[in-house]
């Protein structure tokens, strides 16, 4: 993924989504409206799932993913945040920049 988010410079925006299509796709065109607001500023805009059916074990798997992260990262993720993301290609840019990552 990060060999496609460094090369992605050349579009107004990069769609990130998980490609078994668990989240619908239709909800990027509301992410462009969110977007292009100009009564806004965002360069992210992202997705919280309401509902979803897991098995037991995959609900218990995800949530300690989540809370192991949490306890090793300065960043808090959210549980049930969606990967599906409509974002400003400059951030993914600045982001390479600062992390001093290089790919060849």
């Known amino acids: 993924m990060a060999a496609g988010l460094s090369n992605a410079h050349a579009g107004d925006y990069v769609a990130v989504m998980d490609v078994d299509l668990q989240d619908p796709p239709e909800l990027l065109l509301q992410m462009i409206d969110i977007l ?37 990262s300065h960043v808090r993720l959210k549980t049930k945040c969606s990967r599906l993301s409509f974002n400003d290609p400059k951030i993914y840019k600045r982001s390479f920049e600062t992390s001093g990552t290089q790919l060849i």
Do not use: W
């Open 36 to 72: 292009e607001d100009p009564k806004q500023d965002y360069e992210v805009v992202g997705c919280v799932q309401t509902s979803r059916r897991q098995k037991p074990i995959r609900k218990f798997l995800s949530a300690s993913f989540y809370k192991i992260i949490n306890k090793m």
